[in-house]
């Protein structure tokens, strides 16, 4: 019975719902990037807490916040069921499918606990950087947590380049129903999803790779939330422009899960 549940119509429901609420956080946090580096909006936070933020401000806000939250719990479910029964195609029900099923999971219920908080008034927690630095304080303060802080990190750093290259490498193709779509539409996915991919792993492969630099230093203020990162992307060579061409990418990262949402296979 639970694996009928699991392959169930609702699973897929909240699967698909939960792509699409993706989509909407990471296509505003783009913007408000967007906005930061081109000098329209640099009191903003360009994160998931800024997000909800812009998100409460408008009309029904409250309605859509409520319809986020849920659509990640359909997330979070659909991964557990990946993990206790496999996902769809032949090699769904390998042993590190289901372990990285379980991997996201633990992380999208952060992400729906965090907007369902949020959503019902906790906003205490403050911003993502703060709660970056807070939590890298905390652990430093353990036995061993410099070593704990620095693997964190430099598994956050990895994870970044396996998400930037699985995205140019177009490995998604595998989960998406291809023979749906147009030709225009295929390129207009891949467009999204390259680009989008790429720019959402940079971005985990530079918050890691300061989650080190916090290790090493015993420094919890070098720890960076994603606005945090976003802005020191700004003080490079390159200037805003590298801040704005990656907030491009998140904002189509963003598009992309719409996409996904429609034409995954789940």
């Known amino acids: 019975m639970a694996h009928q549940a699991a392959r169930s119509s609702v699973v897929e429901t ?7 609420a993706r989509g909407v956080i990471y296509l505003l946090i783009g913007v408000l990037a967007l906005q ?12 998931r807490s800024g997000a909800l933020e812009a998100l409460a ?6 309605a859509v916040l409520w319809a986020l939250g849920i659509g990640l719990v359909g997330m979070v479910l659909w991964r557990l069921s990946e993990a206790l029964f496999g996902a769809a195609g032949p090699d769904g029900r390998k042993a590190r499918k289901r372990a990285l099923s379980a991997v996201r999971c633990v992380f999208y219920a952060s992400v729906a606990y965090s907007v ?3 959503t019902v008034g906790e906003k205490g927690a403050g911003s993502g950087d703060r709660q970056s630095r807070d939590l890298t304080a905390r652990t430093l303060e353990l036995p061993g947590g410099q070593w704990i802080v620095g693997i964190g990190g430099a598994g956050i750093a990895c994870a ?19 023979g749906e779509m147009g030709r225009r539409t295929r390129r207009a996915v891949d467009f999204c999803g390259v680009v989008g991919g790429v720019a959402r792993g940079l971005v985990f492969m530079v918050a890691g790779g300061f989650a080190v630099r916090a290790a090493v230093m015993y420094d919890p203020s070098e720890a960076k939330g994603l606005d945090d990162t976003l802005r020191a992307f700004a003080t490079t060579a390159a200037g805003p422009w ?19 949402a429609r034409w995954r296979r789940v």
């Open 57 to 62: 401000d408008k009309p029904f806000g409250a």
């Open 242 to 260: 590298l801040m704005a061409v990656t907030a491009v990418g998140l904002a189509l990262f963003g598009v992309f899960s719409f996409c996904m």
């Open 116 to 118: 369902l908080a949020f």
């Open 14 to 20: 909240g699967a698909r719902w939960g792509l699409a």
């Open 36 to 47: 930061v580096a081109v000098g329209s909006g640099s009191s903003e936070e360009a994160d």
């Open 160 to 178: 970044g380049i396996w998400i930037g290259v699985r995205a140019a490498l177009r490995k998604y193709h595998k989960h998406l129903k291809t």
